[in-house]
């Protein structure tokens, strides 16, 4: 469940996690929402765990489509 609240100032914010005992390194994630994730060369997976409300649809895009179900997205 995804869904949106809205912080003291007024902007909606969304936190992103990734279960690293899941991950298998794909990389869908980052042909989904590359402003969010970065998979290195050295094979480590580097994300942003705040996510703007124009950001949201590439984090649910990119969760839906992880092979291994380890993105999640959860209101702040
Ligand atoms: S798509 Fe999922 S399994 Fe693949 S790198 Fe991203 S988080 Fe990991």
Do not use: W
């Amino acid at each position: 469940m995804n869904r949106t609240t809205t912080n003291r100032r007024g902007v909606r914010r969304h936190q992103l996690s990734v279960n690293n005992d899941r991950c298998r390194r794909y990389g869908t994630c980052e042909a989904e929402a590359p402003q969010l994730f970065r998979l290195m060369a050295t094979g480590e997976l580097f994300y942003r765990r705040s996510v703007a409300e124009e950001e949201l649809e590439g984090a649910k895009a990119a969760a839906r489509c992880c092979p291994m179900l380890a993105i999640r997205l959860e209101e702040r």
